[in-house]
C-alpha cells in the first residue's frame, strides 16, 4: 500500500500563489491532484505521468497551476499562481500503482480570501 501525504495548503489572497506538495511512500505511476468545495463534486484539477512526464489541467486552472514531480522521491507538486477564490476547496493527492493500486492523501485545505 503507498501513503501519500499532502502539505502547502492554508489562506492565501487572491492573486497569490501557493504550493502543495504529495509524498509517495512508493513508487507510482501517475499523480494527480483533485479538489473538493463546499457543496461541489470532487474534480479532478491536473495529472502527471512519471514514464513521460507529460501532464494534463483543468479548463479552470490551465496557465495559472503547473503540476511536476521528483521522480527520485516519490514526490509531486503543485504549484499555483493567480488564485482566485473560486479555488478555494480541499485539496487531494491520488496516486495509482502496481496492477490497480490507487492510494488517496487526506487532503490540505486551500482558502482564497481577502
Known amino acids: 500500500q503507498v501513503q501519500l501525504v499532502e502539505s502547502g495548503g492554508g489562506l492565501v489572497q487572491p492573486g497569490g500563489s501557493l504550493r502543495l506538495s504529495c509524498a509517495a511512500s512508493?513508487?507510482?505511476?501517475?499523480m494527480n491532484w483533485y479538489r473538493q468545495a463546499p457543496g461541489k463534486e470532487r474534480e479532478l484539477v491536473a495529472s502527471?505521468?512519471?514514464?513521460?512526464?507529460?501532464?494534463t489541467y483543468a479548463d479552470s486552472v490551465k496557465g495559472r497551476f503547473t503540476i511536476s514531480r521528483a521522480n527520485t522521491q516519490n514526490t509531486a507538486y503543485l504549484q499555483m499562481k493567480s488564485l482566485k477564490p473560486d479555488d478555494t476547496a480541499v485539496y487531494y493527492c491520488?496516486?495509482?500503482?502496481?496492477?490497480?493500486?490507487?492510494?488517496w492523501g487526506r487532503g490540505t485545505q486551500v482558502t482564497v480570501s481577502s
Open positions: 491520488n496516486a495509482k500503482w502496481g496492477y490497480q493500486g490507487d492510494s
Open positions: 502527471i505521468r512519471t514514464t513521460d512526464g507529460n501532464t
Open positions: 512508493g513508487f507510482t505511476f501517475i
